[in-house]
């Protein structure tokens, strides 16, 4: 029986330092630099419940604390949760694995800085006839909004690389992807390791399905993403 979309949690991965957008990150974590006049994290919240998600679990580190006093239990109609990264950086990928308990069977992950304005339905009923444990989304970038990394043809990502720039990489990992928990059960508990790990083996075995999304991304990882979201915003806030 698949999940509709209000039973699927999304993981949000807000614990990173965000050296580049530096000095507001030194005193406030990335989930909360304000963009539009509200933290980008209140933005991303009120998106996920308009598209059905009621649950996200907040992967979070550096003055992580701050974002649980501001946000709580529970925001913009979604339960709210939080793992902690401890002591040490584990990366995106071991973050993941400390919060498991709290996701459950499956779930969506979502990158703290970026905002996705697409319908996060239909990507959850392809992952379903998949039968894949993990997906990507894709987009068609051409190098425009960042560094493409994926070679994705005939429906199926052939190669995803971080590191190697390809001339044949027409695509990039649009930054929401959706993964069932047993794929994190090779890694041990205090490993650390990226999620792009994860996806590069599933990529090599042929498990990772792709989904190609047509709407462009917004991140704020950077001054000039930074700027383009918060145009995007004050056209939207009332």
């Known amino acids: 029986m698949n999940k509709s979309i209000s039973e699927i949690p999304?993981?949000?991965?807000?614990?990173g330092l965000a050296t580049r957008l530096r000095p507001?990150?030194?005193?406030i974590p990335k989930s909360l630099v304000p963009v539009a006049g509200r933290p980008i994290l209140a933005h991303q919240l009120e998106m996920l419940h308009a598209q059905g998600i009621r649950h996200a679990v907040l992967c979070i580190g550096f003055l992580g604390e701050m974002i649980q006093k501001e946000f709580g239990?529970?925001?913009?109609?979604?339960?709210?949760?939080?793992?902690f990264d401890g002591e040490k950086l584990?990366?995106?990928g071991g973050a993941?694995?400390?919060?498991?308990?709290?996701?459950g069977e499956e779930f969506f992950i979502l990158y703290g800085d970026s905002y996705l304005p697409i319908q996060y339905a239909p990507v959850a009923e392809f992952f379903h006839r998949s039968g894949k444990?993990?997906?990507?989304t894709v987009y068609r970038n051409e190098?425009?909004?960042d560094t493409s990394n994926v070679v994705f043809a005939d429906g199926e990502i052939k190669i995803y690389d971080k590191k190697q720039k390809l001339p044949e990489m027409r695509?990039?990992?649009?930054?929401l992807s959706l993964f069932k928990a047993s794929v994190f059960d090779a890694y041990a508990a205090d490993q650390v390791f990226d999620l792009a790990e994860v996806m590069g083996k599933l990529v090599r075995e042929k498990q990772l399905a792709g989904y190609e999304v047509l709407e462009r991304f917004y991140e704020m990882g950077s001054p000039a993403g930074l700027a383009e979201l918060e145009t995007l915003l004050q056209s939207k806030s009332p």
């Open 143 to 145: 190098g425009l909004y």
């Open 96 to 103: 993941i694995k400390r919060a498991l308990p709290k996701l």
């Open 73 to 83: 239990g529970e925001a913009y109609g979604i339960q709210l949760e939080y793992s």
């Open 24 to 27: 507001i990150t030194e005193k």
């Open 10 to 15: 999304v993981a949000i991965l807000a614990g």
């Open 133 to 136: 444990p993990g997906l990507m």
């Open 90 to 92: 584990l990366g995106t």
């Open 171 to 175: 695509h990039i990992d649009y930054g």
